[in-house]
């Protein structure tokens, strides 16, 4: 091989080598390219991501706030309902306690017939005063199971 061939294949080799290493370059470009796109991608869904958690909770934080407002309306008529209730039954039990007082009384200085009718009236009295306690006695029941106090 003379030298002039020699260098025509040197300069081949040397060809060849800078085309494999541009191709080489060309690829580490692209790859690279690749890696940037994915990483941007990869930013916008996690942006993506943060923005729908942060909707979410406000959701959550406004419904959980509805909800406890609408809880607390909610045991503040109950305690309401039952304070009212309460003063009711006491009201009325009181005032049944007062009208059989003033009928033993009036048994005690009447005679006969009247009596008799007093009697009656007393036992009715009394049925309605055990009738109201075992009505206080379930409205104190259903608020001792209901956390109303």
């Known amino acids: 091989m003379t030298s002039n061939e020699r260098i025509q294949a040197d300069v081949q080799q040397a060809k060849d080598?800078?085309?494999d290493l541009k191709a080489d370059a060309d690829r580490k470009v692209a790859e690279a390219k690749v890696e940037i796109e994915v990483e941007r991608a990869k930013a916008k869904v996690e942006r993506q991501l943060d923005n729908e958690?942060?909707?979410d909770e406000r959701a959550f934080r406004a419904a959980s706030a509805?909800?406890?407002?609408?809880?607390?309306?909610?045991?503040a008529k109950d305690a309401a309902e039952f304070s009212a209730t309460n003063a009711d039954l006491k009201?009325?039990?009181e005032k049944l306690?007062?009208?059989?007082?003033q009928l033993r009384?009036?048994?005690?200085?009447?005679?006969?017939e009247a009596r008799a009718k007093l009697q009656a009236d007393l036992d009715r009295?009394?049925?309605q005063i055990a009738d109201s306690?075992?009505?206080?006695?379930?409205?104190?029941?259903?608020r001792d199971e209901t956390g109303m106090i």
């Open 133 to 142: 306690e075992a009505a206080m006695d379930a409205y104190y029941a259903r």
């Open 66 to 75: 509805d909800a406890k407002g609408f809880v607390e309306t909610e045991r």
């Open 91 to 93: 009201a009325k039990h």
């Open 105 to 112: 009384n009036e048994i005690s200085t009447k005679a006969g």
């Open 17 to 19: 080598k800078v085309s």
């Open 53 to 55: 958690a942060a909707k």
């Open 97 to 101: 306690q007062a009208q059989r007082a």
């Open 125 to 127: 009295v009394s049925k």
